[in-house]
């Protein structure tokens, strides 16, 4: 297994808000049906497989990307809250839908989209290993109707960047989901640079976001490595209260985890390559370009992300020298998040959608009604 590096750069732009549905939704996605004018209109649709910080930061970079291309989109979100027969469900109504593209966030949505969706144009993003996965042939010739970005993280680095936080850590935890391949693929890269870095991996695997718990408690370790596992990084709450109550540090995969209560990573930014996947899915439909040949794409600029605050409620002291090479320092840079809050509004927004298609139901019933005493 290879891990690349030679990836395009990519500008910062601020996604726009997005609507998020869930899976039980009507399917509009709130995108209207305006065509924007004389301006070019596209249908896509966008299977996200859970809501966390990460994941909706890449959807909202992908549309941006079309913000700032001025085409207009009819979108349809969908989000399988963290069920891959959700996510399997999900790809079938978009296989027989009138769509032009499908954007699928995560690799379980990919494999969803991939195995169901034929004709139809598929860009992914936040996937790690996209050929482990069985998504492409290879990352240069993806082959079939599918491409996009991959978000496969500097594991050694990370590691060693553990190592230079807590020197005297010998044994790193790591909480999956067995369910995952993109995690496993981690797992693997985590063994391989602990054989180098003297370091000992004890892993241990969950199913869902309730067992993470039981994870951490059957380690017996001085660190946590939280993988980008889409189930775990949505219980980081559990993670971030097991190293305050162990005081032993959490190393994030990527920065958003940083703001919600790990100590530290090198990471990527998931805004960023959401917009650079959006780039490629204008490129297919605006330049005809065919997915089977356009290369997986990555980004080379890695951010180093500091939380001082969680680093001493963890019980770890961050250098002096460390702040000063940080790109990213929580509570001065970027406001420290609360994950439990996090997850709290991400609560709120899926109530909120329901409500919206509740009263569009009512609204809806109440016409047929006035039609019959008509």
């Known amino acids: 297994m290879r891990q690349r590096h030679h990836i395009m750069k990519v500008t910062a732009l601020t996604g726009a808000a997005a609507l998020m549905l869930t899976a039980c939704g009507n399917g509009d996605g709130g995108g209207g049906d305006d065509d924007g004018g004389d301006g070019e ?104 109707n599918i491409t996009g970005t991959s978000d496969m993280n500097p594991v050694q680095e990370q590691l060693e960047l553990l190592q230079e936080i807590d020197p005297d850590a010998e044994t790193v935890g790591i909480v999956y989901s067995s369910g995952e391949a993109n995690s496993q693929v981690q797992v693997d890269m985590a063994k391989e640079a602990a054989d180098e870095l003297g370091l000992e991996i004890e892993e241990s695997t969950v199913t869902t976001s309730a067992e993470v718990q039981q994870g951490l408690q059957s380690l017996d370790v001085d660190a946590v490595y939280v993988p980008t596992d889409n189930v775990v990084v949505s219980a980081l709450e559990t993670v971030i209260q097991y190293g305050e109550d162990n005081e032993l540090p959490i190393i994030a995969a990527e920065g958003d985890s940083v703001t919600r209560g790990a100590v530290a990573t090198y990471g990527i930014n998931y805004e960023k390559l959401g917009q650079q996947a959006g780039e490629m899915a204008l490129r297919v439909l605006q330049d005809d370009e065919d997915p089977a040949s356009m290369a997986v794409e990555e980004q080379s600029e890695l951010e180093l992300y500091i939380n001082p605050e969680a680093a001493e409620a963890q019980g770890i002291e961050i250098s002096d020298d460390l702040l000063d090479r940080a790109d990213v320092v929580v509570g001065e840079d970027v406001e420290a998040q609360d994950p439990a809050e996090a997850g709290e509004e991400e609560e709120e927004e899926d109530d909120e959608d329901s409500e919206d298609e509740d009263a569009e139901d009512e609204g809806a019933e109440d016409e047929e009604a006035e039609d019959d005493d008509s």
Not at 87 to 110: K, R, S, Y
Not at 123 to 138: K, N, Q
């Open 41 to 144: 209109s596209y249908s896509i649709g966008v299977t996200q497989i859970v809501s966390h910080p990460s994941l909706d930061a890449a959807r909202d970079g992908f549309k941006s990307a079309f913000e700032e291309a001025d085409v207009e989109v009819e979108w349809d979100e969908q989000n399988a809250q963290g069920e891959q027969a959700t996510a399997t469900n999900i790809a079938g109504t978009f296989a027989n839908a009138d769509l032009d593209l499908v954007l699928a966030i995560a690799t379980p949505t990919a494999q969803a989209a991939a195995q169901a969706i034929d004709d139809t144009p598929i860009v992914f993003t936040a996937v790690t290993d996209p050929e482990e996965a069985g998504l492409v042939d290879s990352w240069d010739e993806p082959g079939g």
